[in-house]
C-alpha cells in the first residue's frame, strides 16, 4: 500500500533527478562541459560534479527558497570541500539560472579579466 506522501516524496525525487540529468546534459552539449555528470550523493558528492572549483546544488521546483538552498549548497561546499558553492534552479517552462554569493562571484569576474574588476 503506497500512501499519497510517499507518492508525492518519489515524484519530488524522480523531478530532481531529471532536473539533475537535464542540467548535466545542458552543460555538456551545449557549453562543452564534457566531464559533467550527475554525483552519487550516497558517495557524498555534489548533485553535479566535473566543473572544477564549483560546488553544484541543482533544484529543480516550482517555488525555490533560496535562501535556504544557498545554505545547503555552502554547507556541502564546506564539508566536501569540492568548490564555491553555487545554486543552479529553474521552474516549469523558464530558463536555468543561478545563484551565488556575490563575493564568490566577483573572484569569478576577476578570474576571467585577469584580476581586474573594470567596467570598460
Avoid at 552519487?40 to 533544484?59: N, Q, T
Avoid at 544557498?70 to 556541502?76: F, T, V
Avoid at 529553474?90 to 567596467?119: F, H, Q, S
Amino acid at each position: 500500500m503506497t500512501t499519497e506522501a510517499s507518492k508525492r516524496g518519489r515524484s519530488s525525487r524522480n523531478k530532481g533527478a531529471n532536473g539533475e540529468r537535464e542540467l548535466a546534459r545542458i552543460l555538456s552539449e551545449t557549453f562543452g562541459l564534457s566531464d559533467v555528470k550527475r554525483g552519487l550523493v550516497f558517495c557524498h558528492e555534489s548533485d553535479l560534479i566535473g566543473i572544477k572549483g564549483i560546488h553544484v546544488e541543482c533544484k529543480r521546483v516550482e517555488k525555490l527558497n533560496i535562501d535556504k538552498a544557498m545554505e545547503q549548497a555552502i554547507a556541502e561546499s564546506e564539508k566536501r570541500k569540492d568548490g564555491v558553492p553555487t545554486v543552479f534552479h529553474r521552474r516549469n517552462r523558464k530558463p536555468w539560472l543561478v545563484t551565488m554569493k556575490l563575493e564568490d562571484w566577483i573572484e569569478l569576474y576577476k578570474g576571467a579579466n585577469n584580476g581586474k574588476c573594470e567596467n570598460n
